[in-house]
């Protein structure tokens, strides 16, 4: 009786929700929205402010003090200004000695000063604990209810009761706190807000530069060369024709560059026979933007879509098709439907609906808010195996339309090859290789390796 009493006793909930009170130095933009989160967390917050009376922009339930007597109402100091008005900070050091002090400041570009602010902030104060937090939010989000992209708190400092007082109430404002370390990676946490997307620039720069070298390469040969040499003016091709031819070219390499890192990987762990040495650094960074490739890929084939489908209303067709038909009402004549022509049309059209459905499921599936309900077994079917299959559905849907070119010589103008041969050739490359790397002798040895086998341990008995 005495062992089951003890037991209810364990499991009943702490019912006291008294939360301490959070002294906020600052009544900015930030300091007003993180004071109104924390509030309707259930939060007492008291402001420190030079001018002590109250503002309809501060929460009504806040109390605004001098910096000092708000000071020693609360254990915990959320110092929401900038770095250039931390001196004032100097006078107050006795009333802030083992107070917990987080810093949320943020610079004007990377690196701007020697160290970080938050270890600037414990240089002016060493009696305190300075935290660094609460950065990487913006006022923005805090006040449309931390959406799903800016729930991700980092949190550093050298006192872990400090740093873990501050990581609860993250958590209570219903955000998710991450644990960087110590103060020394301040640093880093700070410019992590001034870096512009990252991991995009790579894709970006490299989708940039095949857009622009295929559209020259376009304009050059369907409209100089048929200039030069036909004296038919197809300037406006500019606007919808080569656009649509670029998009799904672009597209494909993209979405076979997603998989063609995969495939290094593989090579060089079958070279060297172990799993237990690094990749080649841009190795690594092709690999961490695999995701980010994939999505400027689908915006590609996205416009491709859309093109295709306003194709119908051009002058340009409609022109092409009456004119097809008078000529035929003059000659009498009515042209045959050639079946063999209407199976390649069939098929390419149903190759890259069938593509662009796989092609989207990937790009649905790589959303976090998806992605997080799936285990890994299913992330990693959809993005490998349909992901291939995808691939081989867009390499086909292209060899399907543009292969009749390859032995075509019309279609080597000024002696180079069409556009679309040139977009088979990494899709190609990756899939031919794919498919030697699937085979039972390889594929057995690259599952060895990637299960820890060693064809030269480092340390064998």
Request: include cysteine; proline fraction near 5%; glycine fraction near 6%.
């Amino acid at each position: 009786m005495t062992k089951n009493s003890s037991n209810i006793m364990a499991l009943t909930p702490n019912t006291s929700n008294k939360r301490e009170t959070v002294c906020i130095f600052g009544t900015g933009d930030f300091g007003r929205a993180l004071g109104h989160k924390m509030i309707q967390s259930g939060y007492p917050v008291v402001y420190g402010s030079r001018s002590t009376q109250i503002s309809n922009l501060i929460p009504k339930d806040a109390e605004v003090l001098g910096h000092a007597e708000a000071a020693q109402k609360a254990a915990i100091i959320i110092i929401a200004i900038q770095r250039q008005h931390y001196n004032f900070l100097t006078p107050l050091a006795e009333v802030l000695r083992g107070k917990v002090l987080v810093d949320i400041s943020n610079n004007l570009k990377l690196n701007q000063y020697p160290e970080s602010n938050a270890e600037y902030l414990a240089q002016l104060l060493p009696g305190s604990k300075v935290v660094k937090g609460f950065n990487t939010v913006s006022a923005w989000a805090l006040q449309s209810g931390t959406l799903d992209a800016s729930r991700q708190v980092f949190v550093c400092g050298d006192d872990v009761e400090a740093k873990q007082m501050v990581m609860d109430i993250v958590r209570a404002l219903g955000l998710t706190p991450v644990d960087k370390g110590s103060l020394l990676a301040a640093q880093e946490i700070e410019n992590y807000p001034l870096q512009l997307f990252p991991m995009w620039k790579f894709p970006l720069f490299l989708s940039l530069g095949l857009t622009a070298f295929f559209f020259l390469y376009c304009v050059a040969l369907d409209i100089i060369y048929t200039y030069i040499y036909e004296k038919n003016n197809f300037s406006f091709f500019i606007a919808i024709t080569i656009p649509n031819r670029v998009c799904p070219v672009v597209a494909l390499i993209l979405l076979a560059l997603v998989y063609l890192p995969g495939i290094f990987a593989a090579i060089i762990q079958l070279y060297r026979g172990t799993k237990y040495r690094r990749f080649p650094d841009w190795l690594d960074k092709w690999m961490l933007c695999r995701k980010q490739l994939g999505l400027v890929a689908l915006a590609f084939a996205s416009l491709h879509a859309v093109f295709t489908l306003v194709t119908p209303m051009r002058a340009f067709v409609s022109w092409r098709t009456s004119k097809g038909i008078i000529s035929q009402a003059l000659n009498n004549k009515t042209e045959p439907l050639n079946n063999t022509n209407a199976w390649l049309s069939d098929s390419y059209l149903a190759l890259g609906i069938l593509g662009y459905f796989l092609f989207v499921l990937l790009g649905i599936t790589s959303l976090p808010s998806v992605s997080n309900n799936v285990n890994w077994r299913e992330f990693r079917f959809v993005q490998s195996k349909l992901g291939y299959l995808a691939l081989i559905l867009c390499t086909a849907h292209t060899l399907v339309y543009g292969g009749k070119w390859f032995l075509s010589p019309s279609a080597y103008k000024w002696y180079l090859p069409n556009i679309y041969m040139l977009s088979l050739v990494v899709p190609c490359a990756v899939l031919v290789v794919k498919f030697v790397l699937i085979f039972p002798c390889v594929d057995k040895r690259l599952t060895q390796i990637r299960q820890g086998w060693e064809r030269k341990p480092k340390y064998s008995e």
